[in-house]
């Protein structure tokens, strides 16, 4: 693979760790985990080889991330990273092409898509993992929120305004907004962790059902 396939994000270089740790507290010592718009391929091929007990399975909508993905894994030594596939969170399948997935996921992890994406996204993310996540399986969702009861930071404001002035159907969204969609999908917020320059970490798993 050559070096000029590898993309670089230096967001994900700095996040990478902190995101790992939480990981890390969260899960087993194997499993599958399917991550959703995985971009450059550094998040996936960190915590692979970081975790050896779990196969990860990389996907995006963009096929021009595939040779990146597969490049940082090699580089990294990950030969837990399976092939990237394509993925589009609004289809009622999933992937987007070939066989659909036969089974199902512990982890599926998704990190900062929400606010780059159209609003519609949330809800197929929502519906696609309440679909594929195995019993007791998490989604683990990483990047900016707006909080009611909690002031925003003016880089997250100034981050928010950049992005609507980019594409008027994204923008940082409300975390009552989002955890109100999962709901309707049967998924509730489990666990909150604030992660360094002002992103959350957020864990959601099947709702219990009332007694």
Known sequence: MSPSALQNSPAAERNRAPILDCLRMLLGAEGRALEIASGTGQHA???AA???????????LQGTHFDSITGWAAQAGAANVRAPLRLDVLRPRWPAEGDAFG???D????ANMLHIAPWACCAGLMQGAARQLAPGGLLVTYGPYLEDDVPTAAGNLAFDA??????STWGIRRLADVAATAG?????????HALPANNLLLVWARATPAP
């Open 103 to 105: 089974a199902e996921f």
């Open 162 to 167: 950049s992005l609507r002035a980019q594409d």
């Open 45 to 47: 091929a960190h915590f």
């Open 50 to 60: 970081a975790l050896p007990g779990w196969t990860w399975q990389p996907t995006d």
């Open 184 to 192: 309707e999908a049967g998924l509730a917020l489990q666990q909150r």
């Open 107 to 110: 982890l599926i992890y998704c």
